[in-house]
């Protein structure tokens, strides 16, 4: 079975820009391809995993997210990176028509992308790791049975030093960015376990 690192793609691959309804808007991190080149060159697959309820709420249509998608790709490929899928979910389970207004399974924090990824790659889910800059991609780790890292691009920091009080689950890893994170994943790095909490405090990587 593959290991796999799922990455939430606004904050954590791309810069955060609210709903991006152009692909002028969207702007891949410089880190993002040599993260996702180090995943290519270490054996893990680099799976993208993303909300994106725009879609639901009008704002924009499924060929949108197609054009942005294109174009990341092509970037990363310019950077000699290579996704190995996107995931994405366009449901919100209460706003916009139908049929993208659906309680469904995939809209993350719920773990149905994560699952279909796990079919389709026959993936360890319990070797594997979520990567994002917000707690409901913590729960997605939880929720899914992967290995949670949090990153502070995007909304994390300002997630991390004003709301982890109250987080029921915390993350295995904090990292400053997604290299940072990927590294620390590729070299066996984690801050899990009861040495882990108390390092979590001070250990971000």
């Not at 060159?41 to 949108?64: K, P």
């Not at 942005?68 to 970037?75: I, K, N, P, S």
């Not at 995931?87 to 773990?111: I, L, N, Q």
């Not at 040495?195 to 971000?204: C, D, F, N």
Request: with cysteine; hydrophobic share 40%.
């Amino acid at each position: 079975m593959k290991r796999a690192v799922f990455i939430d793609r606004d904050g954590t691959l791309s810069e955060e820009v609210g709903y991006i309804n152009h692909p002028s808007r969207f702007r891949l991190f410089p880190y993002a391809a040599p993260a996702i080149k180090l995943l290519n060159e270490s054996g893990w697959l680099a799976i993208v995993t993303t909300n994106q309820a725009g879609v639901a709420r009008g704002y924009f249509s499924e060929d949108m997210i197609q054009t942005v998608h294109a174009a990341m790709t092509g970037e990363l490929e310019r950077g000699e990176a290579q996704l190995d899928a996107i995931y994405y979910c366009a449901h919100h389970p209460s706003v916009g028509e139908a049929p993208y207004r659906f309680d469904c399974d995939c809209r993350k924090p719920k773990p149905g992308l994560i699952s279909r990824a796990a079919r389709e790659f026959e993936i360890d889910l319990a070797a594997s790791w979520m990567v994002g800059d917000r707690y409901s991609d913590v729960e997605l780790a939880r929720n899914a049975g992967v290995n949670s890292a949090f990153v502070l691009s995007g909304y994390g920091r300002g997630e991390w030093e004003h709301q982890r009080a109250g987080w029921a689950t915390q993350p295995d890893l904090v990292a400053a960015d997604l290299f940072a994170a990927v590294t620390a994943i590729v070299k066996g790095k984690t801050l899990a376990g009861a040495e882990g909490q108390s390092a979590l405090s001070g250990g971000i990587v």
